[in-house]
């Protein structure tokens, strides 16, 4: 008896321990809080400058809207007649026919590329030239007299020797499109350049700084918020000349677009081919200022 059982704990000692598994603890999942009143009321506090912004101009778009719908529902005659001037109505109406055409959107498509193109064409050329003018003398005494003469000529003065210029209406609508658009940039940048504080170039040239560190340090960020501005006026004068050259030369965009349902008296087409031209520029312009936010968090653009 006392030999079975010795066995049996021997056999008991050489067998594998079980071991409990280890206990898991329950996950549970955080539940967020909800927003309490000071929370909201402190995210107003701390956005109230754009939640101000945002109110005044929905205010203004919605006053406009009603002062337009009631100029043209009772057809307001006092010296400006608004007797065939279409109604919120009836361009909203147009809109939702035109969006179903894929003709309106080509429309779109090419005045965007027409922009894209001069305007960046532009950017290229007249940035890098006004930063050298406003640095070296001589290439500005040689360079402005003749941007001066060229600058007060309106876009379309510029479409018949465009047409001549170029071999394609295509290429003639995007020169004249760049044309509106380098002027204004090349003064802003003329102008930033100017406005660069000696003080901080004498301080660059103590600590022994080259020209091109100086330039590159010291004139092209202080320049940089001027350029900007250049960009986004230029990019407002791009639009109206594009507008100007698709409406006397082109055959598609959105100029031409306006000008074809004037001459086939389509007063809703007008209206809304001036609400897609300023649509679309507010649209580019507040992209540069984005892209200036990105690029200058210390300015304001």
């Given at each position: 008896?006392?030999?079975?059982?010795?066995?049996?704990?021997?056999?008991?000692?050489?067998?594998?321990?079980t071991?409990?598994?280890?206990?898991?603890?329950?996950?549970?999942?955080?539940?967020?809080?909800?927003?309490?009143?000071?929370?909201?009321?402190?995210?107003?506090?701390?956005?109230?400058?754009?939640?101000?912004?945002?109110?005044?101009?929905?205010?203004?778009?919605?006053?406009?809207?009603?002062?337009?719908?009631?100029?043209?529902?009772?057809?307001?005659?006092v010296?400006?007649?608004?007797?065939?001037?279409?109604?919120?109505?009836?361009?909203?109406?147009?809109?939702?026919?035109?969006?179903?055409?894929?003709?309106f959107?080509?429309?779109?498509?090419?005045?965007?590329?027409?922009?894209?193109?001069?305007?960046?064409?532009?950017?290229?050329?007249?940035?890098?030239?006004?930063?050298?003018?406003?640095?070296?003398?001589?290439?500005?005494?040689?360079?402005?007299?003749?941007?001066?003469?060229l600058r007060?000529?309106?876009?379309?003065?510029?479409?018949?020797?465009?047409?001549?210029?170029?071999?394609?209406?295509e290429?003639?609508?995007?020169?004249?499109?760049?044309?509106?658009?380098?002027?204004?940039?090349?003064?802003?940048?003329?102008?930033?350049?100017?406005?660069?504080?000696?003080?901080?170039?004498?301080?660059?040239?103590?600590?022994?700084?080259?020209?091109?560190?100086?330039?590159?340090?010291?004139?092209?960020?202080?320049a940089?918020?001027?350029?900007?501005?250049?960009?986004?006026?230029?990019?407002?004068?791009?639009?109206?000349?594009?507008?100007?050259?698709?409406?006397?030369?082109?055959?598609?965009?959105?100029?031409?677009?306006?000008?074809?349902?004037?001459?086939?008296?389509?007063?809703?087409?007008?209206?809304?081919?001036?609400?897609?031209?300023?649509?679309?520029?507010?649209?580019?312009?507040?992209?540069?200022?984005?892209?200036?936010?990105?690029?200058?968090?210390?300015?304001?653009?």
């Open positions: 008896m006392n030999g079975a059982a010795r066995k049996l704990t021997e056999s008991v000692a050489r067998s594998p321990a071991e409990t598994p280890p206990a898991v603890p329950s996950a549970t999942e955080p539940i967020p809080a909800p927003l309490t009143i000071h929370q909201v009321w402190r995210w107003l506090v701390l956005h109230r400058s754009q939640l101000r912004t945002l109110a005044i101009g929905t205010a203004s778009l919605a006053l406009f809207l009603l002062s337009w719908h009631l100029l043209t529902k009772y057809r307001v005659t010296h400006v007649r608004f007797v065939n001037v279409p109604s919120p109505e009836m361009v909203f109406d147009s809109l939702m026919r035109v969006s179903r055409d894929n003709k959107l080509s429309h779109v498509f090419l005045s965007c590329r027409r922009i894209f193109i001069g305007f960046a064409i532009a950017a290229t050329i007249a940035v890098p030239l006004g930063l050298v003018m406003g640095r070296f003398r001589l290439v500005r005494e040689i360079v402005f007299p003749v941007s001066e003469v007060p000529i309106p876009a379309i003065a510029w479409v018949p020797m465009s047409i001549m210029l170029w071999p394609s209406n290429e003639s609508i995007v020169f004249i499109t760049l044309l509106g658009s380098f002027f204004p940039i090349l003064l802003n940048t003329l102008h930033g350049m100017a406005m660069v504080d000696p003080v901080l170039i004498r301080a660059a040239q103590c600590l022994g700084a080259r020209e091109a560190s100086i330039f590159r340090e010291v004139y092209f960020p202080a940089l918020p001027h350029v900007f501005t250049g960009l986004t006026v230029g990019m407002g004068v791009a639009w109206v000349s594009l507008i100007a050259a698709e409406m006397i030369s082109g055959q598609f965009g959105i100029g031409y677009f306006t000008w074809t349902a004037y001459s086939l008296v389509q007063y809703a087409d007008i209206a809304l081919g001036m609400i897609c031209i300023g649509v679309l520029g507010l649209g580019s312009s507040a992209l540069i200022r984005g892209v200036g936010r990105v690029v200058m968090p210390w300015a304001k653009t």
